[in-house]
């Protein structure tokens, strides 16, 4: 057994995922009214973004181009479902723009719905409604109603320009989530310093930060972070294309690993990106010279923290362990 048969046996979650970035570029190609090539130049290892905006517009590209009906959020779905499960993805929390949804005149109860529909029975799923730090205004109490009262939706995520705006706004719906007993994360230290992370930590009271790349050189936030458990949703490749960091090769995510932080792995936006799960492990081996023992400790981290049954969950952590004995028997 080779590392990249380790890799394709090894039972994964993807939890940090967006749905908008997640769309098959074929998908976007028949869809869009442009002239498109076979494949975005993006996708070069060499490439950066001019800054954050400069990924949004291209991120919006897809997203306005695709979902432009209901039927297209359950078409989307099923595709990257069945992508995921190729890769041997056992479980995957998926987020959708909660404002773009509702720009088409979707009820966040429906985009929830048919995006559920979509999951395949092999394929734990928690459907997340994704709000955006630069619209706190658009929050009103009503649509938080909506968004809470969804009954296919299992969580809620900050995202956005995090230069754009802190987490305040959205602390009441966070507070009213959590005792419902939804999910919730945020991203934090992607585009922003440590104070950030901080920040998003008190005001939100979550557990989970999606990226938290720039704790690295903070040793207080890295000692609160590891005795909080809190869990980094790291994406390696994301960070290096919005020069978050230089390169895959310099990426601090082993050294919040040593830090005995909670990491796990993820694409975030794997359309934009270019790398899919099992290439963002492979990417750790080959530049970062990951162990089979270290690729499997991520998987382990995310399956820890996975809203799925306790017997589901041992299954695959048993499973994970088989195949790491495996490869030493090898």
């Not at 209901?70 to 056992?90: C, M, P």
Request: hydrophobic residues 45%; glycine residues 4%.
């Amino acid at each position: 057994m080779d590392i990249v048969q380790f890799i394709q046996a090894l039972p994964k979650a993807e939890v940090h995922l967006h749905l908008e970035g997640a769309l098959p570029w074929k998908m976007v190609r028949a869809y869009t009214q442009e002239a498109l090539p076979a494949e975005p130049v993006w996708w070069r290892d060499e490439f950066r973004f001019d800054n954050f905006r400069h990924f949004i517009s291209e991120l919006a590209l897809c997203g306005r181009s695709v979902l432009c009906t209901l039927d297209a959020y359950r078409e989307a779905a099923t595709v990257i479902f069945q992508q995921l499960l190729a890769q041997n993805v056992r479980y995957v929390e998926i987020s959708f723009a909660v404002s773009l949804a509702t720009q088409h005149n979707f009820e966040v109860a429906d985009v929830a719905a048919v995006i559920r529909e979509a999951v395949p029975p092999e394929l734990t799923v928690c459907v997340i409604g994704g709000l955006s730090r630069e619209y706190p205004d658009w929050l009103t109490d009503e649509r938080m109603a909506a968004i809470l009262n969804a009954p296919a939706l299992d969580g809620l995520d900050l995202h956005g320009d995090e230069t754009q705006g802190g987490p305040a706004p959205f602390a009441r719906i966070f507070c009213r989530a959590q005792k419902i007993g939804l999910l919730t994360k945020a991203h934090a230290g992607e585009l922003c310093g440590p104070q950030s992370i901080k920040d998003t930590l008190k005001v939100l009271q979550v557990k989970r930060i999606e990226h938290g790349t720039t704790a690295e050189h903070n040793p207080a936030l890295l000692a609160q972070l590891a005795a909080e458990n809190i869990t980094l949703d790291m994406c390696p490749w994301s960070n290096v294309k919005l020069r978050v960091v230089g390169s895959i090769g310099s990426h601090p995510i082993r050294y919040f690993l040593q830090q005995g932080i909670r990491v796990t792995l993820s694409t975030d936006d794997p359309t934009i990106f270019g790398y899919s799960l099992s290439e963002e492990l492979l990417s750790l081996v080959e530049r970062l010279h990951f162990t089979p023992a270290e690729l499997a400790q991520l998987q382990i981290n995310a399956f820890r923290v996975a809203r799925m049954s306790i017997e589901k969950k041992n299954t695959i952590l048993a499973e994970i362990d088989a195949l790491l004995a495996k490869w030493v028997r090898e």
